[in-house]
């Protein structure tokens, strides 16, 4: 039985795999921003102009494209990237971000739900603060995670 490390060509099906990876995150992040955009857009809105309609646009696509992106990193990347123990210790923290990062989301497209559907916003510093500090930090994960984790993939993980 030959070690499939040894296999003529694994070293570039490996490195082909390592860059498809980091490309999807790459993509995955630019989704990621641009809906941090639309939210800080909102933020800047507020307590009058907020756009019911980019409301409901962002509500319906925050939580699932979130929870599709994470799956994808923690089924996919994170085992490809988390060969060290200082490395786990990362990915433990990307893991517990991205936990924090849901419950936000679900706490805001209830929010924008609310107002895209005709309610008021109640307390417009308390709603932009919330905005801002999901998107704020959701901003801060990806920049680590290009900083980090995708010139790892890039040069093949290891």
Do not use: W
Not at 114 to 129: D, K, L, Q, R, S
Not at 150 to 157: E, K, Q, R, S
């Amino acid at each position: 039985m030959t070690d499939s490390r040894q296999t003529p060509g694994f070293g570039r099906e490996r490195e082909r795999l390592a860059l498809d990876f980091a490309l999807l995150v790459a993509r995955a992040h630019e989704r990621k921003l641009r809906l941090c955009d639309a939210l800080e857009a909102i933020a800047d809105d507020l307590p009058s102009r907020v756009d019911p309609l980019l409301c409901l646009d962002v509500a319906s696509s925050l939580l699932p494209m979130l929870r599709a992106s994470h799956r994808f990193e923690e089924e996919i990347v994170f085992p490809a990237f988390a060969q060290t123990e200082q490395r786990e210790r990362i990915v433990a923290r990307l893991r517990a971000e991205h936990l924090e990062d849901e419950c936000l989301a679900e706490d805001l497209s209830e929010a924008l739900l609310a107002h895209g559907h005709g309610g008021p916003i109640v307390n417009p510093e308390a709603f932009g603060y919330m905005l801002r500090a999901f998107f704020e930090a959701l901003r801060r994960h990806i920049a680590f995670e290009r900083d980090h984790l995708l010139p790892t993939l890039a040069d093949g993980v290891g």
